[in-house]
């Protein structure tokens, strides 16, 4: 197994459904990645969304809402993957996705973690802007070596407190350039919507899983 796609997920019935199809259309064999869906304590239709793609991906019940650091760990310490990537619930990906960034990392076995650039897109996939993900980084979409992640601790779960779990990517960010690199691939891969359910407008509080 050479990719573990994480996806946390909480009250995204209308788009991961979309999220996952994206992830199945990857123009790579199946064998080489796997889907891991956890499902945050949603209260909405996702737990019967998700039961639709249950022979294709891996799903993850937790009983209540945990938030992102914790559903997170719990997806990246059952990955079978050497690389690991997280998705976010309400975006979706070129088909190319997964083969370019784990290619990359294995054809530069000294680089730790890398990204691509965005293509940032409204509720009716309409692209709005492309984004620099070395200018303008964003929590997810990034592939790691499972055992970096792993060597830095994962999410800092605690305190649980909202405002903390807001930051948890970009803590996790600047834990994991402490000592790694993350390097960027100049090819727009990665879709990222915005939307009036997410925060990411609000600069103060990025958007949540």
């Known amino acids: 197994m050479r990719v573990s796609v994480i996806v946390p997920t909480y009250n995204r019935a209308k788009y991961i459904g979309r999220t996952i199809r994206s992830l199945l259309a990857q123009a790579w064999a199946k064998e080489n990645y796997e889907i891991v869906v956890i499902n945050d304590g949603s209260t909405d239709q996702t737990p019967t969304v998700l039961d639709v793609f249950s022979d294709s991906i891996k799903i993850i ?5 945990m938030g992102l650091p914790y559903a997170a760990n719990t997806g990246i310490k059952q990955a079978r993957g050497e690389f690991v990537i997280r998705v976010d619930d309400d975006d979706y990906l070129h088909e190319d996705f997964l083969k ?6 294995d054809m530069n076995k000294d680089f730790d973690a890398v990204s691509c650039d965005y293509l940032v897109v409204d509720e009716r996939g309409e692209v709005t802007e492309r ?3 070395e200018k303008d980084p964003i929590d997810c ?5 499972k055992d970096q992640l792993i060597d830095i601790g994962l999410y800092n779960e605690s305190p649980f407190d909202k405002k903390f779990l807001y930051r948890a990517d970009e803590d996790l960010r600047k834990r994991f350039l402490q ?8 090819l727009p891969l990665y879709r990222y919507m915005m939307h009036s359910g ?3 407008k609000n600069k103060e509080e990025p958007k949540e899983n």
Request: proline share 3%; aromatic share 10%.
């Open 61 to 65: 019940h937790l009983p209540s809402n």
């Open 100 to 105: 370019t960034l784990c290619n990359f990392l």
């Open 131 to 133: 984004k620099n993900s």
């Open 141 to 145: 979409g990034i592939m790691f070596r």
């Open 179 to 186: 000592k790694y690199t993350i390097q960027r691939i100049a």
């Open 198 to 200: 997410n925060m990411t």
